[in-house]
């Protein structure tokens, strides 16, 4: 999923400092997932936006609701009455939800209240870790199931580099290094000459490098399936 | 038809058989010319070559390119560094044309160290190539005389291409592995980090040895000699992939704080010599930080000089 962490109040209540009566709008995608921007998260906002002003003296109407996905017109639609009635919207979505938000509503304002960090998953409760890059062309498989160019520092493809130390990563003793788990794993397994070729230069037009990406489905454009 | 890959002065002193003797320089957080030249007087007709780093530690200088350059202008054979982590595959295929049409033929890749380390930690890291492939890279430009896309290069870069190898970092039982790897990617010679720790060493090099690397490309010994007991704990603790033995520190603190900077040079000094005799060591890489000017010295003192000439 899309792991995302909120902005600090001291940021959301900059952007929303002039307005009078707002929006607060969360998704049940990938943020709800996470525990950042579902209905619960939209409520905790909200509530410490109201107090927050009214301490400044400086009265917020705050109004919230919470879509199936912010990142699907279908839903993004659903505000059509009501999304002129403010000041700004803000929205708890990924990076993408304030966008969908902005394309179909041109005339208002969305703030992103949180910040699009990584593709990633839970590994305990509250912990969320990176695992993919979204580099468009998939080669976990040559690694063990695991991908080298989300999570080494560098991206290397050909084994751990020389800071590589106890397991851990030389950029920051917390983060383990990578190629130290992919390694051990094909040395338990008795298959280390699997990481031994020299790969083929990387093509980053995949990734977005190539610049922004599309992905069309022509079974579903024309609409067969 | 050369009989040799780039014709270095490196390359023509290990092919033939001389126990090799380089050494380092660290271009100026500035472009203060005079300083880097004063340096280069230090290294001048006592090592074969002298690496340019490469914004060593993540910190800003001025381009290894540029002091590799000037290196050759004062008559000094540039070993010419680049990092991964700096640069695309566009712009590193453009330095290695521009070095080698200002006289570079030696060079040195490497992924380099993380930019959090040093003083921009806010810049982007490329990593377009990682080192395996920037070797891949400099050999291809120079065999196939092509570009990465297949196009045809107007006169190939000859390099001698060099590679580096960290007996000392983790895991341990892979580095003779990643070792091979990149003399099969097309490495003429290695220089590895700093060797501190000699019983890892001598058991990393008797398995390169058993595994016969060593006939397939030249390996120097990289020795960095400590000014004191507080260089030593300095690197321990923040230097990383660097394995320094507490006997070591013990063996610096044991001497009067003004004798320490002695005490580290006869350490470097037991080290060449051992080095000398032990079997798969083709020459010595001294990095002497920020002390160019022991090296006159120390190369003095480990009976390396005077240095070899092979045409």
Redesign the interface.
Known sequence: MIVADRKSLEEILSMVETDKKILVVGCKGCVTVCNVGGAKEVEVLASALKIARKKAENELEIDTHVLERQCDNEYVSQLGDTVGDYDAVVSMACGVGPQFLSEMYREQVFYPAVNTTFFGGATQHGVWEERCAGCGTCGIHLFGGICPIARC???????????????AC??NKDTE?IW?TI??KK?EQGK?DD?????G??D?RSARDGGPRRSIREELVEGNI | MSEFKSGSNLEKILKAGHFAFTGECGPPKGANVAHLKEKFQYLKGNVDAVNMTDNQTAVVRMSSLAGSALLFQEGLEPNFQMV??DRN?LAMMADILGAYALGVRNMLCL????Q??GNHPQAK?V???????LI??VKKMRDEEKF?NEEDIDVAPKMFVGA???PF???Y??RV??L??KI??GADFIQT?CIFNMEKFRDFMKMTVDMGLHEKCYILAGVTPMKNAGMANFMKKFV??MDIPDELIKRLKSVDKKEQAEEGIKFALEQIEEFKEMEGVAGVHLMAIEWEQRVPEIAERANVLPRPQVD
């Open positions: 520092a560098k991206s290397l493809l050909h084994g751990p580099c020389g800071g590589s130390s106890n397991g030389e950029v290094c130290d390694v051990k040395m280390v990481l031994l070729a020299v790969k230069f990387k980053w | 991964c982590r595959r992924s380099g160290d993380h959090t380390f890291n990593h377009c190539i990682d080192s395996m492939q891949a890279m990465l580096a190898c960290n970092a983790d895991p039982e892979y592995h990643r091979a790897s099969d990617a980090q990383p992939g």
